[in-house]
């Protein structure tokens, strides 16, 4: 169940950053309203993720897993570059979240 947890709470965080553009720094009303709920529901479900996974694994994942998918997203939807850093950079996010988890769940 944590990790049902730790899913959901990356999903609303990509909602929020989703919609962090649309806040125009943070002036318009409704997604202001909609950006800060999504973090906030991120924010409570990690820390229900954390009850069953160890909190450096499931931040790992949980920062890992929506920094690439935003940038996926941004790429996507939003016409930003993808450039050979970035894709690198991905890389090593994604190895670094693997590393933690076989160290992580090895007792």
Same mark, same amino acid.
């Given at each position: *169940? +944590?990790?049902? !947890?730790?899913?959901?709470? @990356? ?6 950053? /989703?919609? *962090? =553009?649309? %806040?125009?720094?943070? %002036? ?11 973090? $906030?529901?991120? !924010? ?6 954390? =009850?069953? @996974? ?6 790992? @994942?949980?920062?890992?897993?929506? %920094? ?10 939003? $016409? ?5 850093? =970035?894709?690198?950079?991905? /890389?090593?996010?994604? +190895?670094?979240?693997? *590393?933690? #988890?076989? #160290?992580? %769940?090895?007792?």
């Amino acid at each position: *169940m +944590a990790y049902v !947890f730790l899913f959901v709470a @990356i999903s609303a965080e990509l909602i929020g950053t /989703s919609l *962090m =553009k649309a %806040t125009e720094g943070f %002036t318009r009303l409704w997604p202001t309203l909609a950006c800060l709920t999504a973090y $906030g529901a991120s !924010f409570v479900l990690l820390a229900q993720a954390v =009850k069953g @996974i160890p909190v450096g694994v499931a931040y790992a @994942i949980w920062s890992g897993v929506g %920094t690439a998918a935003i940038v996926a997203i941004g790429a996507v939807f939003l $016409g930003e570059p993808v450039t050979t850093v =970035k894709v690198a950079g991905i /890389s090593l996010i994604i +190895a670094g979240v693997v *590393m933690l #988890n076989v #160290n992580g %769940t090895a007792h």
